[in-house]
């Protein structure tokens, strides 16, 4: 009678065991934490992470459950790199150049003076050598890095009075990012990095007189040509800077190889989600920019001039002494003048011959 009882029970719980298997199964998920460096909702960064977000959580078909917190949310705007190398969060979305105190040659990752356009960036990392360097540069602090895209050719910035020559410049506050503001410091600017929830308070309380922050999309939702009309195109420092996807190492270790196909895909798709709707949004935005008041022009040629000359001059000290940089230095160069030449060849000069078919 036991036997009977003990066979009939076992044949029960064989049967029932594929049911309660396969739920458990289907419903394990992966929950992860995402710091951005902007702020939530911000036109093509903000959204732009959170939109990365739910990507990885669609095409895992809920397998990636990643909980999106903006820039200051968790932590501060400029604390991305360090939260993911923590572990204080497991990924992030940022501008390589917010954490090049911590790695100096995370600037080639995003942008330099003069440097590689949104197009020639990309080109470089997936088919160069530079993500096998920018894997490299990351590895000691635990973090993988993806390029996610970037906003195109930025602008020179707002200004509150015209600068018609070289000495109006001289004794300037500015808000500027990256290798831009070693430049701006050599033309006499005093330059600081305010955070972007607070640069259009910076310019409406004469903290700083001038200000630069991404182009048209970005800057006009600031309001910045409310408080600072003069607006000059484009930037020197930013011809076409990158956006990353950060995930912690270990995370990124324990995926498996179809997650880790999925997360870098994702990147992929929001990388080319993100340029196309940053041109598009700063073309239509700047047709707009007169009808504000703004006052939108190149800026002047000794400025240019000037420019240039202390742009080399950053840029060949910037590596000294980070045998990082020094190493990735050498070939990003190289890289340029190879790109500069094929530009001027193509682009540069469809561009003029459409602009004759046009009349603009």
């Known amino acids: 009678m036991q036997r009977r009882e003990f066979l009939k029970a076992a044949a029960v719980t064989a049967a029932a065991s594929p049911v309660l298997a396969a739920p458990a199964l289907a419903q394990a998920t992966l929950n992860l934490k995402l710091v951005g460096g902007f702020p939530r909702g911000f ?65 080639y990752f995003t942008t330099v003076p003069y440097g590689l356009d949104q197009t020639e960036l990309s080109g470089w990392i997936a088919f160069g ?68 929830p607070e640069i259009y308070q910076a310019l409406q309380s004469g903290v700083v007189d001038a200000a630069e922050f991404v182009g048209p999309w970005n800057d006009v939702a600031l309001g910045l040509y409310k408080v600072a009309p003069y607006y000059y195109l484009p930037a020197f420092h930013e011809p076409g800077p990158a956006l990353e996807m950060l995930v912690n190492q270990t995370v990124w270790g324990n995926l498996s190889p179809t997650l880790q196909a999925i997360f870098a895909s994702a990147a992929k798709a929001q990388a080319e989600e ?57 070939a990003y160069v190289d890289y340029i003048r190879l790109c500069a030449a094929y530009t001027s060849a193509m682009e540069g000069r469809m561009y003029r011959d459409r602009s004759a078919v046009w009349g603009v």
Do not use: C
């Open 43 to 107: 036109p093509g960064v903000g959204t732009g992470a959170e939109k990365l977000a739910r990507r990885i959580e669609g095409m895992s078909d809920g397998k990636v459950k990643i909980t999106y917190y903006g820039g200051g949310e968790l932590v501060p705007p400029f604390e991305v790199f360090s939260a993911v190398s923590s572990g204080a969060a497991d990924m992030g979305h940022t501008a390589p150049y917010f954490h090049v105190g911590k790695v100096r040659s995370a600037m």
């Open 129 to 196: 050598g530079g993500q096998a360097l920018w894997d490299e540069a990351y590895a000691p602090f635990g973090v993988k890095s993806f390029y996610a895209g970037g906003s195109g050719a930025q602008a020179g910035g707002w200004f509150k009075k015209p600068i018609e020559k070289l000495d109006d410049l001289a004794g300037l506050k500015m808000r500027i990012a990256g290798l831009g503001g070693d430049v701006m410091r050599k033309l006499g600017v005093n330059t600081v990095l305010t955070p972007p």
């Open 274 to 330: 993100t340029i196309a709707e940053f041109r598009y949004n700063n073309t239509r935005v700047l047709a707009d920019l007169t009808s504000k008041g703004a006052k939108v022009s190149a800026f002047p040629d000794d400025v240019v001039a000037a420019l240039g000359k202390a742009s080399r001059e950053v840029l060949d000290a910037f590596p000294k002494g980070d045998p990082m940089a020094e190493k990735i230095h050498g």
